[in-house]
């Protein structure tokens, strides 16, 4: 059975939801990029610069998924260590 009011499953759920918001950031970034290609080709197809926005976007895109897929646990037990220092204050 599970316990939703335990420790564990509130971290668990904490993770899902920041997995979901990364999905969905990463899905309008692709779209948004699309749209981007689409418009600058058809508006100034000599002059390329809907990259300048992938590039920018990305790299933040690219630090989500470091922080949320890849160490995911990293953020939240420094989290818990600050806040065990500081209910010993």
Known sequence: ???????????????????????????????????????NYFTSPGTWWFYWVSIIWGIFVVIEFIKVILFPKKGSEWKEKEIEKELKK
């Open 1 to 39: 059975m599970v316990d939703y009011e335990s420790k564990e499953y509130k971290k668990a759920e904490q993770r899902v939801e920041s997995k979901i918001r990364f999905y969905k950031h990463l899905s309008i970034y692709i779209i948004v990029n699309i749209l981007l290609l689409a418009i």
